[in-house]
C-alpha cells in the first residue's frame, strides 16, 4: 500500500495529528480497529467500504468516507480490493470545530462526511480531490477545506488542557483532580467532554491507559503480563484482562498472536501496530 502523511500547518495541529493519504490493496478484507484516544475523518476517493461500530450491531456502508469520534469499542473495518483515502488522524477533542452537532451524539455511531457537510459540498471537494496532481496536493486540498470550516468553540481550551494532562499521565490520573486543577466542577468538565471530546473524561483516560498498555507490547518477544498490567496502573492482571476484552474484543494473549500473525504474514506494512485482521 502507498501511504503518504504529514502534520498540517497552524492552527491545525493543535487539533490534527497528521493528514494522509492512503492506497493499494489493505492486508485483510476486515480489519479490526481497537478503541484509541482519537478521532478519524476519511473522504473516501474509491470503492465504499464498510464498517460494523461493535459486536451486535449492523454493518453500515460508507461511499463518501465517514466521520468517528473518539470510541468506547472496537470497528471492525471492510475494505474494497483497491481502497483510495485522504483523511486525517485528528485529536480526541480536534472533530469538535468542524461537527455542527455535539460529538457525544456520533459516540460509536459512524457517520457519512454528506451527513456532516452536506451533500454538495462533499461531492464538490471529493471532486476536486480525484483532479489533484498526486498525494501531496491532495493534503494540500483537504487542509484548505479544514481551514475554511474551523470555527470557534466554546470549551474547546479547557478540554485541550484537561486532555493533555490525562495523556501524558497515560490515562492513571484522578479525575477528580482534573477539575480541581482545571478550576470547574466534575460535572461541567463531562459535559464539555461530551461536547466536544463525546466521551468522559474518565472513559478517555481509561482510553489512554489501554492505549500506552498495548503500545508497550512487543509482539515478537516474551510478555510479562503482570509486570505489564501492575506498571500501567491496573489494580490487578484480572482487571487488565476485563478491560483488554472491553476494547478489543479478545483476551490479551489471543491478541498477542493475531499481532503476531500480522508480523508474519505482512513484516513491515504501513498498517501494523494497531489494526487486526478480522478475517
Known amino acids: ?43 473516501n476517493l474509491g470503492a465504499p467500504f464498510r464498517i460494523r461500530a461493535g459486536a451486535g ?18 470497528f471492525e473495518f471492510g475494505y ?35 451527513q456532516v457537510w452536506g451533500r454538495a459540498a462533499i461531492a464538490e471537494l471529493r471532486e476536486r480531490l480525484a483532479a489533484a496532481d498526486g498525494p501531496y496536493e491532495m493534503l494540500t486540498l483537504l487542509e484548505q477545506e479544514l481551514m475554511r470550516r474551523l470555527r470557534e468553540t466554546a ?16 490515562g492513571a490520573v484522578a479525575i477528580g483532580d482534573l477539575s480541581v486543577a482545571a478550576g470547574v466542577s466534575s460535572t461541567h468538565l ?6 466536544l471530546v463525546g466521551v468522559t473524561p474518565k472513559r478517555l483516560a481509561r482510553t489512554h491507559r489501554f492505549a500506552a498498555t498495548v503500545f508497550a507490547i512487543d509482539p515478537a518477544g516474551p ?7 501492575g506498571g500501567a496502573g491496573y489494580f490487578d492482571q484480572a482487571h487488565f484482562g476485563h478491560e ?33 485482521p478480522a478475517d
Open 155 to 170: 470549551g474547546l481550551e479547557l478540554v485541550r488542557r484537561t486532555s493533555g494532562v490525562i495523556a501524558a499521565a497515560g
Open 190 to 195: 463531562a459535559r464539555r467532554f461530551k461536547e
Open 57 to 74: 450491531t449492523e454493518t453500515a456502508e460508507y461511499a463518501d468516507g465517514c466521520v468517528v469520534t473518539t470510541p468506547t469499542r472496537a
Open 80 to 114: 474494497p480490493p483497491g481502497t483510495r483515502s485522504v483523511g486525517a488522524h485528528v485529536k480526541p477533542w480536534g472533530l469538535a470545530p468542524f461537527l455542527p452537532m455535539p460529538a457525544a451524539e456520533l459516540c460509536d455511531r459512524p457517520v457519512t462526511v454528506e
Open 223 to 229: 510478555i510479562d503480563w503482570g509486570g505489564l498490567a
Open 1 to 43: 500500500m502507498k501511504y503518504v502523511s504529514r502534520v498540517p500547518r497552524p492552527p491545525l495541529d493543535a487539533l490534527i495529528d497528521d493528514l494522509y493519504y492512503l492506497e493499494g490493496a489493505p492486508p485483510y478484507a476486515r480489519l479490526t480497529l481497537p478503541p484509541m484516544p482519537a478521532a478519524l475523518l476519511i473522504v
Open 244 to 276: 483488554f476484552r472491553a476494547f478489543t474484543g479478545l483476551t490479551p494473549t489471543r491478541y498477542v498472536e493475531v499481532r503476531r500473525r500480522f508480523l508474519r504474514e505482512h513484516p513491515g506494512h504501513v498498517m501494523d501496530g494497531w489494526p487486526l
